[in-house]
């Protein structure tokens, strides 16, 4: 999307979108992911959630860390 956005505008406004995802400091999952995750994810996607409990999300997939995240 950040691509189409930046061949619609002219080089002043692409300079204005490119800053805006520009974070200072840089995005993590310490500062953004853990959060993000907590509050969109683990409700279904948690390993201590009962089987019933997870929204039809499968007991293998377990988004609790950073290293489940990534596998």
Do not use: Q, W
């Amino acid at each position: 999307m950040l691509i189409l956005l930046l061949f619609a505008c002219g080089e002043k406004e692409a300079d204005t979108a490119l800053s805006l995802c520009v974070h200072d400091p840089p995005l993590s999952y310490e500062n953004f992911g853990k959060s993000y995750m907590d509050m969109h994810c683990t409700g279904c996607h948690g390993s201590e959630l009962p089987p019933g409990h997870r929204v039809g999300a499968p007991l293998s997939v377990n988004l609790d860390s950073y290293d489940l995240v990534l596998d």
